[in-house]
């Protein structure tokens, strides 16, 4: 697929919902190639006036928290509904090892057979900014296709929950029943993210612990300020499992949606995170251009050595290494 017409032709058929034009448009906006990336801009630029309308939603939680079932569950009562629901995953693990989230496609087995959904795991290589960007046109395209909601898994944890946050309407965070523990691990970080803590697992011989736990998340919460006039983050119990308290879930989310866009703080939100990816997306092609460069890459190593020897100051090799790139 090569030219203006075939970019042309591509968007069109995205636009009319068609699911081979959808993956053909993903595989392109993840290719590396130069000119994949031109054809990639002029797409996004083509199918910009459908983005936007989507309820956005990104989800985390610990290991073992549900995330799968919750989301399989979830999405397929959207679907009943008469929604098109997107799964996209941010896996900053696969950075590092090579690998991919297939698996996603397993473990939701109600959505990856539903028509109206469509399951994608991040890209198995580059760096989490570089990930990030993929799932922010990912996201785009499938909004494009005419999903209009997109639920953002984070699989890792740490920097991939402020990148999810950062691309997503409303961030949400599963937890287990008994706090005790969980609650010792709970960075303040991902607490000052939540939009709201759905307490999983809250059914048959969870459920009291479930009840305990949600008290003590509610009390943590009570502490923080939060982040918003209009919103103070509530905590809910559920059982992606049984299918348990997502309707009320749900409705919540709806409601931040609704109360977000009457104050036009959503869309101020949505203009700030235009241009935190229009950052993103910088930083992440200046580290190309360092990575691409051989000439450099061979001169790395020794520079990293005289660094680390005390031989050269790390602010003069950075100047170097710029200067190398063509970026002093």
């Not at 590092?96 to 087995?109: A, E, N, V």
Request: charged share 25%.
């Amino acid at each position: 697929m090569t030219g203006p017409a075939s970019t042309a032709s591509l968007a069109t058929a995205l636009m009319d919902g068609d699911r081979a034009a959808l993956a053909r448009a993903i595989t392109l906006v993840e290719s590396k190639r130069a000119d994949h990336r031109a054809q990639a801009r002029d797409l996004l630029q083509a199918i910009l006036p459908k983005t936007g309308h989507a309820i956005r939603v990104g989800v985390t939680g610990v290991p073992g928290v549900g995330k799968s079932t919750t989301i399989d569950m979830l999405g397929s009562n959207l679907t009943e509904a008469g929604h098109k629901v997107a799964v996209l995953a941010v896996d900053p693990s696969s950075t590092r090892t090579g690998g991919s989230i297939l698996g996603d496609k397993t473990r939701m087995q109600k959505l990856s057979a539903d028509r109206n959904a469509f399951i994608r795991p991040s890209p198995s290589s580059g760096t989490l900014g570089g990930v990030a960007a993929r799932t922010r046109e990912t996201m785009l395209l499938c909004e494009a296709a005419g999903f209009d909601v997109i639920l953002v898994e984070t699989v890792g944890i740490g920097q991939s929950e402020t990148a999810v946050s950062d691309m997503t309407d409303f961030f949400l965070v599963l937890m287990l029943p008994g706090a005790g523990d969980e609650l010792q691990g709970i960075k303040k970080g991902v607490l000052e993210l939540a939009d709201m803590i759905a307490v999983n697992k809250a059914d048959g011989d969870g459920a009291t612990r479930a009840r305990a736990a949600a008290a003590e998340y509610r009390a943590a919460l009570h502490i923080l300020a939060p982040a918003s006039p209009n919103w103070s983050p509530p905590v809910v119990l559920i059982s992606g499992l049984a299918n348990q308290g997502l309707k009320e879930m749900w409705e919540k989310i709806v409601e931040h949606r609704t109360r977000f866009i009457a104050s036009g703080e959503f869309a101020a939100r949505r203009r700030a995170q235009d241009v935190k990816w229009m950052w993103a997306m910088i930083e992440d092609r200046l580290m190309g251009r360092l990575r691409d460069d051989r000439a450099l890459r061979a001169r790395l190593p020794a520079i990293e050595q005289d660094v680390a020897e005390g031989r050269l100051a790390a602010t003069a090799a950075a100047e170097d290494v710029l200067a190398m790139a063509g970026l002093s």
